[in-house]
């Protein structure tokens, strides 16, 4: 907020002007200078430009990858919106393919609220974390919840490539498994529990259908069914853990030892994380991650549980016990229904056409109807879209061939520094106030409250998008027809706790003062709160304690009574035979017809195969590679994406090398601190090398959401930031593969900067 290298002042690219084409000089987009300009005058320059486009191109001509805010559409999305549309961006980088159609699959991998509660944690013999890092992404109650589990001597597994902070800390058993194999992973785990007899066939037979030909589900095409292909029935390959060993990369024993562990004669909980569902084709990931689970019968039950682990959620699931309400204003509908997928958003500005399948999960739509389009505005609206979405080298190429590019930003970012109109946000400590939404338990409500005036000349999103609409004769009273204030008292007056009779309450106690006082309408009630002390604590928690009525077990009306109780699914049941799955995938364009199954099976990424000799057996075979690594991007620990990344301290704190297998890095000459150039087809970056025993050999740890920052003469990346290396490729569902690229990296004459001795992005005036 109080950074010294705040964007200030609205800015202008120096050489663009309204009217497209020659006038806009895209091909400087970059490397101009800027000069400040008042609010008026951003706001005339953007809607003659704005209107201009709409009249000649029409909105499919403007694509805009804004994000929700908490409160509402981000300003400038919503004043798009209410201008005739404009083709959106569909993205599942957070979930991965852990996002679609929870229902319809049932599939408890993707539903984070079907796992069990903290105070069961301690009952399970042993708790398997598959991908992720708690400890740095999870910290505080949640790293406390497992450390009850840990002194009442439950047993820890880790899943993942790195022996990261988080297997460390738990003491975990670790399980080293590539990045984007874990479907081969888990298919031989089902196979040799099945050799091992330690399926309970009994679960399987009352809750499941598919796993079997006796228990098909009556939607079925094919009567082929999970157990026979792990057998090898149909395509000749029983999934054995060898089989799996020579593509996943630990050994034999490995499988075998945890098909045992997860087995139906031992209490486990298999917690997820998303990062195996962030790779390419990982699509039949959550299915197989399902497939232990029943086959483990670890479903509806204390010290047994599969499903997520994900943020302040992991190991604490459970309906959520108390919320903020509704703010009174609902999000502007965007007229146009294409989307953009986008790992392949910068590639389909380029050509030209695109597959608009990103918002038909769910409903029908022909993946072979290619759109043409010739997009004139790319808004950046509320996130850097630039630097979050894959294939940064050709993002910079599409940018640059548009007529207009305007960004909203807090700092010269990456999507200020390649916009033609910045316009300076305020933080959240600038706004009247709001909720943290993704760092919280489900026992908890956290509030935060405006710490300063808006600095500088930084706006609001409303209050932009207010003045925009104005400018454009739309009625911005319409469009906003609740203030942020009222909005903000909107969802403190309906904040509500679940009492220990399941009954939802009103939270805060709200007297006509309070009501007077903020100026806005609201109804005075009784809560077991006061707003003041609400807001002065910043928080709110549900009392609890051992066996309490909040205690929660994931799926148990589901398990003791599944005919009064059925999941939300075709069948249902669990399905580890979905057709659905299976037609949508296959319908989606991306990937051969017949690619998918209805049951989980192994299809292999088109990147992502490793070095040379990793793989020997199975589906690929062992073959040399020009990029003979694998690159996967953790989540590090100086930033919550690019957010804070700009700030001299963590920097400090955090220097951000890239992780290399130390036997690796030193058959390359490669030594602690030294510059490193990691390369693959889709581009180049720049670190310093940080080696380890505790990463696989084959992998690359490259940490993501470094700045871009482009070097424009050698056309690399210094920063090391993740999106250059990861491509426009896509697979399955057509979701963002960032886990498993190919890569490989050499020592590089030069001595980098220390990020922390960096200057700060500031602008270049003319």
């Not at 874990?182 to 066939?201: P, R």
């Not at 108390?322 to 986008?342: C, F, M, Q, R, Y």
């Not at 106030?433 to 706006?459: C, D, M, N, W």
């Not at 009525?549 to 035979?577: H, M, Q, R």
Request: glycine share 10%; proline share 4%; charged share 20%.
């Amino acid at each position: 907020c109080f950074g010294a290298d705040r964007l200030k002042y609205p800015m202008k690219r120096k050489s663009w002007q309204p009217g497209g084409g020659e006038n806009a000089h895209g091909e400087l987009r970059g490397k101009d200078s800027r000069e400040t300009c008042s609010w008026d005058d951003a706001i005339s320059l953007m809607s003659q430009e704005i209107k201009r486009i709409y009249d000649e191109f029409g909105p499919e001509a403007v694509v805009t990858a804004g994000s929700t805010g908490m409160f509402n559409q981000p300003g400038v999305e919503r004043v798009l919106c209410a201008m005739g549309g404009h083709v959106g961006v569909s993205d599942t980088s957070s979930n991965g393919v852990d996002t679609f159609n929870v229902g319809r699959l049932a599939l408890p991998a993707v539903d984070l609220g079907q796992t069990n509660d903290r105070f069961d944690l301690k009952n399970a013999e042993t708790i398997v974390l598959v991908g992720g890092n708690s400890v740095w992404s999870s910290g505080g109650s949640t790293m406390y919840n497992f450390k009850q589990a840990i002194d009442a001597g439950v047993q820890f597994v880790m899943v993942g490539p790195s022996f990261n902070a988080t297997a460390a800390w738990l003491n975990a058993r670790w399980i080293p498994v590539y990045p984007g194999t874990d479907t081969a992973f888990l298919l031989a785990t089902a196979y040799e529990m099945i050799q091992l007899d330690v399926v309970d066939q009994e679960f399987l037979d009352n809750y499941c259908v598919g796993f079997d030909a006796d228990h098909m589900p009556e939607n079925a095409v094919t009567q082929e069914n999970y157990k026979d292909y792990l057998m090898g029935v149909y395509d000749g390959v029983p999934k054995t853990a060898e089989w799996a060993s020579a593509i996943c990369g630990c050994t034999a024993e490995d499988i075998r030892w945890f098909a045992e562990t997860v087995g139906k004669d031992h209490k486990v909980m298999l917690l997820h994380n998303y990062a195996l569902a962030r790779c390419m084709n990982s699509d039949n990931v959550p299915q197989a991650f399902l497939a232990v689970g029943a086959m483990g019968g670890h479903m509806g039950k204390s010290g047994h549980a599969t499903g997520g682990a994900y943020k302040t959620y992991a190991g604490d699931c459970g309906p959520q016990l108390v919320s903020h309400g509704d703010t009174g204003i609902s999000a502007e509908a965007n007229p146009i229904k294409l989307t953009v997928s986008a790992p392949l958003l910068w590639e389909s500005v380029l050509a030209g056409e695109f597959n608009s399948t990103g918002a038909a999960y769910g409903n029908e739509f022909n993946a072979k109807d290619i759109h043409t389009w010739d997009v004139k505005y790319v808004s950046c609206d509320a996130k850097s879209t630039l630097q979050n979405v894959m294939n940064a080298p050709r993002g910079i190429e599409a940018l640059r061939s548009v007529d207009f590019v305007t960004a909203t930003a807090q700092f010269f970012n990456a999507q200020a520094k390649y916009a033609d109109i910045v316009l300076p946000v305020t933080t959240e400590w600038e706004r009247v106030g709001g909720f943290a939404e993704h760092q919280r338990s489900r026992e908890t409500l956290i509030v935060y409250t405006q710490v300063t005036e808006p600095l500088y000349e930084a706006k609001t999103d409303q209050e932009i998008g207010t003045l925009l609409a104005d400018a454009l004769g739309l009625n911005s009273a319409e469009l906003w027809p609740v203030s942020e204030k009222q909005q903000f008292f909107n969802a403190l007056n309906g904040a509500t706790y679940v009492d220990v009779d399941g009954e939802s309450k009103p939270l805060l106690t709200i007297t006509d003062e309070d009501i007077a006082s903020w100026e806005c309408e609201g109804t005075a009630q009784e809560g077991v709160v006061t707003l003041g002390d609400f807001l002065m604590a910043g928080n709110y928690s549900i009392k609890r304690e051992e066996g309490d009525a909040y205690t929660y077990i994931g799926y148990k009306d589901y398990i003791d009574d599944p005919d009064a109780n059925p999941l939300d699914s075709d069948s249902g049941k669990f399905e580890l035979y979905c057709q659905y799955k299976s037609d949508m995938l296959n319908s989606m364009g991306y990937s051969p017809d017949g690619t998918f199954k209805p049951y989980a099976n192994y299809v292999a990424a088109p990147d992502g195969l490793g070095r040379e000799g990793m793989f020997q057996g199975g589906q690929i075979g062992g073959h040399p590679s020009e990029y003979p690594f694998i690159v996967y991007n953790p989540h590090y620990l100086r930033r919550a994406h690019p957010v804070l990344d700009n700030s001299p301290w963590l920097r400090e704190t955090w220097p951000n090398p890239v992780f290399l297998n130390e036997d690796d890095a030193k058959a390359k000459g490669i030594a602690n601190g030294d510059t490193v150039r990691i390369y693959n087809q889709h581009g180049q970056v720049l670190r310093q090398a940080s080696l380890l025993q505790t990463i696989m050999p084959g992998c690359v740890g490259l940490p993501h959401g470094a700045w871009l920052d482009w070097d424009e003469d050698k056309q690399l990346d210094r920063a090391g930031h993740d999106n250059v290396l990861c491509g426009g490729v896509t697979s399955g569902m057509g979701t963002s593969g960032y886990n498993n690229f190919n890569c490989n990296y050499e020592l590089y004459d030069e001595e980098l900067v220390a990020d922390c001795d960096l200057p700060l992005r500031t602008v270049e005036l003319a």
